[in-house]
């Protein structure tokens, strides 16, 4: 018998208080399908989605089977979210080199725009990804009032009121305030590392390399000759015998 989800309250937090402010550049920009004017902007919603669920995906990371039925209409944006964070990619870069607290962390942020509240509602989740495994907690999540209520089928996640009128900096951004991995596992891998170097490099434009030939090639080669004349003598109007060095006849 699976655990229900326990109960925990939930705090006043930016996305929980009604905004009456006009939108502009600053605000997050929505993507959805049901607006949707071309085929471009179908490719601009699907480059959205990797950016909130990986931060990145290089090309080995996308999901050419879930994009290809995205833009059929078989499956809806919820769907298509659904599916990365049940990929391999996510499980390989979140799950595996996570705790279940970090975990749910940094799927609450990706899936519901949204901070977790407290400690307790981390355990909550966290004892459903126990119980239930992944799978369960993506579904679960992705079948909360608080996702379909925020985002519905068609809204791709994104962090909810992230800049404030009332403030002259907004909230971090997730990746950048909640790192992938926690700092066990950064000092486990051997990062973030300082590397030094012992020498400076400088790039020198092709057009201003020497050529073969040129004086500039020979320079370093005449300062390690170290050549050193001949020490000037020093003589003294006192020390030189004049009648001496005079001839006779």
Known sequence: MAIPLLEYSPSSQNQRVAGYEVGSDEQPRIYSTENLLSSSDMDNLIEAAYRQIFFHAFATDREPFLESQLRSGQITVRDFVRGLLLSNTYRRSFYDLNSNYRFVEQTVQRVLGRDVYSNQEKLAWSI??????????????????????????????????????????????????????????????????????????????????????????????????????????????????????????
């Not at 909230?171 to 909640?178: A, D, M, Q, V, W």
């Not at 434009?205 to 004349?229: E, T, V, Y």
């Open 128 to 249: 459903t990804v126990a119980t239930k495994g992944i799978v369960g907690f993506i579904d679960q999540l992705l079948d909360s009032p608080e996702y379909i209520e925020a985002f519905g089928y068609d809204i791709l996640p994104y962090q909810r009121r992230r800049v404030l009128p009332g403030r002259t900096e907004g909230e971090r951004p997730f990746n950048i305030k909640s790192p992938r991995y926690d700092e066990y596992t950064r000092r486990k891998l051997g990062f973030p590392q300082v590397i030094w170097q012992s020498t400076v490099r400088s790039y020198i434009p092709q057009d201003q390399k020497p050529k073969s030939g040129s004086p500039a090639l020979f320079l370093d080669m005449a300062r390690s000759l170290n050549a050193r004349g001949n020490t000037p003598q020093k003589l003294s109007t006192a020390n030189i015998d004049i009648y001496g060095s005079v001839p006779r006849r």
